[in-house]
């Protein structure tokens, strides 16, 4: 098979154990910039090209488009669905993930379970929206911020406040959620592909870090999950429309709650701490299910 790997850097793990994964298995595998690639938005005989070269052969895309490229890197994908091309996650589905406010709604909506979640715009009721999640200790999480930056625990009211003001003034985007308090600055990874969490690892933020991220010194290990997290996972990577997923769970005294559904999820911190072969099987389902003309969205939404 002919593989396309968008991803604008050929050197980060993932990619080249991806690479590695497909040229194991005798396929033919190219990374590709996205930034770097150009279209033809045409009825006709839609193309997407790269360094002068037009990109019709290709039997399956793997797409790894970094949060800072969303718009620009799923147009891309976008146009490989119009030309039947078979992608791994569609673009409709890339675009619902990375949209923080978008994805809780959506996952409200089937019933997974979530922190209690605020959102508001004006700049008149914060003192509501903070009884509304609960009350302090709260999170505030800035809506495009990863890797836990801007992800602020307040612990009293005044705190909540001086925050929920300060991103206000910034105009920035952001939730305020119940501090799952019981999670104990862990949360399970669950990496779902195809419909089956293949793997699973719990991430344990550093002493007095509430935020579990491997990018703020968190060290994750093996766990085994609960049948009730495995099927919130599945489910939730299902509602977002995703075949390959990181659906991040909070352990809290009502069962697991959803955090986040990542639609590129790392796979470096996974394959170490489980030592499973992540890249191979999700090279194994593409070999499975990459047809032509099987794309569920065809670029639509
Ligand atoms: P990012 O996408 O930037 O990583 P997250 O929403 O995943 O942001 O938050 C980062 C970390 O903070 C999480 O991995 C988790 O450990 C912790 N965290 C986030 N939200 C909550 C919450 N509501 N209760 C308890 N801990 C939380």
Do not use: W
């Not at 929206?129 to 009350?135: D, Y």
């Amino acid at each position: 098979m002919k593989i396309v790997i968008l991803s604008r850097k050929r050197e980060l793990y993932s990619t080249r154990r991806l690479v590695e994964a497909a040229e194991e298995r005798g396929h033919v595998v190219r990374v590709i910039n996205p930034l770097r690639c150009y279209m033809n938005i045409t009825a006709h005989n839609p193309r997407v090209c790269y360094k002068g070269e037009c990109l019709d052969d290709v039997q399956a895309v793997i797409p790894r488009i970094g949060a800072s490229i969303t718009f620009y890197g799923t147009a891309v994908v976008r146009q490989f669905e119009m030309m039947g091309i078979y992608c791994l996650n569609e673009s409709v589905a890339i675009t619902r993930s990375r949209d923080k406010l978008r994805s809780l709604q959506l996952l409200a909506r089937k019933g997974i379970g979530l922190p209690v979640t605020g959102f508001a715009n004006s700049t008149m009721y914060t003192d509501d929206l903070i009884e509304l999640v609960g009350g302090p200790p709260l999170v505030v999480k800035l809506l495009e911020g990863t890797q836990g930056v801007g992800v602020v625990l307040a612990e009293t009211q005044q705190a909540a406040e001086s925050v929920i003001d300060a991103f206000r003034g910034l105009k920035a985007n952001f939730i305020v959620q119940e501090y799952i308090q019981e999670a104990r600055g862990a949360d399970i990874r669950c990496f779902v592909v195809g419909g089956k969490v293949v793997a699973s690892m719990k991430r344990q933020g550093k002493e007095g870090e509430f935020r579990s991220n491997l990018h703020r010194g968190g060290k994750a290990t093996s766990v085994r999950i609960t049948p009730e997290e495995r099927s919130t996972a599945v489910r939730a990577a299902r509602i977002m429309g995703l075949s390959v997923a990181g659906v991040d769970l909070l352990r809290s005294n009502h069962g697991p709650v959803v955090m986040e559904v990542n639609s590129s999820p790392g796979i470096e911190g996974i394959e170490h701490a489980t030592g499973k072969d992540i890249a191979g099987t999700i090279i194994e389902y593409i070999e499975k299910n990459a047809r032509p003309n099987c794309t569920a969205t065809r670029g639509k939404g």
